[in-house]
């Protein structure tokens, strides 16, 4: 998908995940380095490693009335999300850069690997196992949806484990 195709595409999921807002009428439209930025796990405080990045465009915190919610997110070299499932939530996704791998579970335990690579898509039902690796050298982004939009869903659980891209690293102990 050629770049003005992609835009159009996520302006058109941005306006209808905000449809119920009182300005439903008004188009919302973002800029690339719009939102809010966590990492998770990086290496240090200004270098990503094999950790991530999450710029958050679109959730109950940002847009309390969206339907769904909107993200990007960027794996470094060697990163992986580890093998999850989300059980009321689809996940849609298109990969952005870079090149990786999609992992899906089966009901027995059995991982189906498939290479990724830019402009290609990702589903995934509710309920079903998967992960993404980043077996390369580059990093790996990108930019997702999950539908529905829960207050407690997704996204604010990586709100409350992610380090704020201009403060210092998230530590779980809090020390």
């Known amino acids: 998908m050629r770049r003005p195709a992609l835009a159009l595409a996520l302006t058109a999921l941005l306006a209808l995940a905000c449809r119920d807002t009182p300005h439903h009428h008004d188009p919302v439209i973002m800029g690339p380095d719009e939102g809010d930025v966590y990492w998770m796990a990086p290496e240090s405080a200004d270098h990503l490693g094999s950790g991530g990045e999450l710029r958050i465009y679109v959730d109950p915190e940002t847009h309390p ?23 009321k939530t689809e996940e849609f996704a ?5 090149e990786g791998v999609a992992v899906f579970v089966d009901d027995d335990g ?19 196992w998967h992960a993404v690796r980043n077996p390369g050298a580059e990093p790996l982004a990108l930019v997702f949806a999950t539908v529905p939009n829960e207050k407690e869903g997704l996204l604010s659980v990586f709100r409350r484990i992610g380090a704020a891209h201009d403060m210092t690293l998230w530590d779980p102990d809090g020390e």
């Open 94 to 98: 298109t990969f952005v850069s870079g």
């Open 65 to 87: 009335h969206a339907t769904a919610s909107f993200a990007k997110f960027t794996l470094g070299a060697g990163g992986a999300l580890p093998v999850h499932r989300h059980d």
């Open 110 to 128: 059995v991982e189906t690997e498939v290479r990724v690579a830019p402009g290609h898509v990702w589903y995934s039902l509710p309920g079903r």
